[in-house]
């Protein structure tokens, strides 16, 4: 008897362990990137740490479209030269001008190092708008989560690029236009829509004069390229700067001048009415 009973409790025990063996758990792992079939994922926001930079030893470039970042110019010419001849072949082929490609690739990425670009491969800021299906993730941009295509390769998003402006109507004028006419491109984006910064152009065209990038534009289309001088010198400005002045130059950052003539960086903004880091070559800025 006594064994009868024993066997039906060890029955009992192997029972319930094979139950609670079955049970799975119905909680789901966090998932990233968001389909149009399924929950956005709501990402937090971090500062982004892929650049460290030394502010003591490195010039600085300070880049501000969907994200503030700081990086070096070391990595802006690396960027450069990682996608400059995707950005002649776009050229090419649609006609955006390539240092126009480059220098929206820098600002809206961060160089390759900005958030969107890290979690998206996104490197233009391209929002999903009604036609996308593709994987997406959401940002906070004007408003809060934003969408925001991704994409699984860079060169994808640059080709994307090319299609999102030959595909929409109000960017038609810009083909137009010369076609190493970056500057009339620059101030074009902004007034079609592509950005809100009313400094977008400005941004644009300093990052463009600033790594030269036209190079790129005359090699895409096979012409001899000349470098502008490093001062454009004005016949209204034709006098020698004073000692309180300082003609920008070839590679010039408001770090590396601040760090010259000893002064404070936002001292140096304040007396040019100066509302971001952005400078053009033969700028003359206010020293004292």
């Not at 990137?33 to 740490?49: D, G, I, L, R």
């Not at 955006?96 to 990425?109: C, H, K, Y």
Request: glycine content about 6%.
């Amino acid at each position: 008897m006594n064994k009868l009973i024993a066997l039906l409790l060890l029955s009992a025990l192997i029972g319930c362990g094979t139950a609670k063996s079955k049970i799975k758990s119905t909680k789901k792992p966090t998932v990233k990137v968001a389909t149009s079939q399924s929950k956005p994922y709501k990402h937090k926001v971090e500062s982004p740490t892929a650049v460290v930079i030394d502010e003591k030893k490195e010039k600085i470039e300070l880049l501000e479209a969907t994200s503030k970042i700081k990086v070096t110019t070391e990595v802006v010419l690396a960027y450069i030269n990682q996608f400059k001849g995707v950005a002649k072949e776009n050229m090419v082929k649609h006609g955006i001008p390539a240092s126009i490609t480059l220098a929206q690739g820098i600002l809206e990425s961060g160089a390759g190092t900005g958030m969107l670009c890290g979690l998206a491969n996104n490197h233009f800021g391209i929002k999903c708008h009604k036609e996308w299906t593709g994987p997406y993730v959401r940002y906070d941009d004007d408003s809060l989560q934003e969408c925001f295509r991704k994409y699984e390769h860079a060169e994808e998003s640059y080709r994307d690029h090319s299609f999102f402006l030959t595909s929409r109507p109000w960017y038609a004028s810009l083909f137009k236009l010369p076609k190493d006419d970056y500057k009339g491109w620059a101030k074009g984006l902004k007034k079609a829509g592509y950005a809100t910064d009313p400094k977008y152009p400005d941004k644009l065209i300093g990052l463009i004069e600033r790594y030269q990038l036209q190079q790129y534009d005359a090699e895409a289309l096979g012409i001899a390229y000349q470098a502008k001088p490093k001062a454009e010198v004005r016949p209204e400005a034709s006098k020698a700067p004073s000692a309180d002045q300082h003609v920008v130059s070839q590679g010039d950052t408001l770090y590396s001048i601040s760090k010259k003539y000893n002064i404070p960086i936002e001292v140096l903004k304040n007396k040019n009415n100066l509302s971001d880091n952005a400078i053009s070559i033969g700028q003359i800025l206010i020293i004292r």
